[in-house]
Structure formats: structure tokens, C-alpha cells
């Protein structure tokens, strides 16, 4: 069965670092895209990175980018968002979503992991 779970959050202070990891069972993550997605309390969930299928492309908001990096190991099926001078307002759950596709757009996403909390205070 096709299944996500994050793990990698905690509490860090404001310039910290975390890695989250976003671990796949039931497909390859060498042949399907996965994204990254955060939800702060109140506020809507917005995508923050993904990663394309085959050829690993990958793609990053711009409200994050220069500090979060998004990368894949293909040998432990696992896609990980590098998170680098967090701020405040980076506090939020992180969830990783896939859909199958080969691309990051263009595919409904189905299939979600748990979700991380990620606190970012001092």
C-alpha cells in the first residue's frame, strides 16, 4: 500500500536548523514526484517545495528559498526538506503528498503523511 510518514520535526530557535524526512513504502520515490506542504495555526496550507520523478528535479517557493532545500535518497526511499535559518514564521505542521505523477503539477494529490510540527521559537 502506498504510504508517507514524516518524522523530523521539534523545537528549534529562530536561525536554527531541522531536517524533515518524508519516508515512502508501496512506490519508488525514483519514478514519482513528492511535495512538501506546511500549515501555520489559522492559516491555509501552502506547498513549499517539491521534487520530480525520475530525473529529480526540484522546485522551491520563493518565500523559502536560499534556506530550504528539498533532496531525495534513492537507497532509503526517502525524500528530506532541509530547513536552514528558520524564522518565527516557518512555524507550522509540515506534510509531504504525492500523486503518482511524474511531474509536481498536473496530478491530483492523494496520498499524504502525517504531518510534522515544526516550532520555531525563542
Known amino acids: 500500500q502506498v504510504q508517507l510518514v514524516n518524522s523530523g520535526g521539534g523545537l528549534v530557535q529562530p536561525g536554527g536548523s531541522l531536517r524533515l524526512s518524508c519516508a515512502a513504502s508501496?512506490?519508488?520515490?525514483?519514478?514519482?514526484?513528492i511535495a512538501w506542504f506546511r500549515q501555520a495555526p489559522g492559516k491555509e496550507r501552502e506547498g513549499v517545495a517539491c521534487i520530480g520523478g525520475i530525473d529529480g528535479s526540484t522546485h522551491v517557493e520563493h518565500f523559502v528559498k536560499g534556506r530550504f532545500t528539498i533532496a531525495r535518497d534513492k537507497a532509503q526511499n526517502a525524500v528530506y526538506l532541509q530547513m536552514n535559518s528558520l524564522k518565527s514564521e516557518d512555524t507550522a505542521v509540515y506534510y509531504c503528498?504525492?500523486?503518482?505523477?511524474?511531474?509536481?503539477?498536473?496530478?491530483?494529490?492523494?496520498?499524504w503523511g502525517q504531518g510534522t510540527q515544526v516550532t520555531v521559537s525563542s
Open positions: 508501496g512506490f519508488s520515490i525514483e519514478y514519482y514526484a
Open positions: 503528498a504525492t500523486g503518482l505523477g511524474q511531474y509536481c503539477s498536473g496530478s491530483t494529490l492523494d496520498y
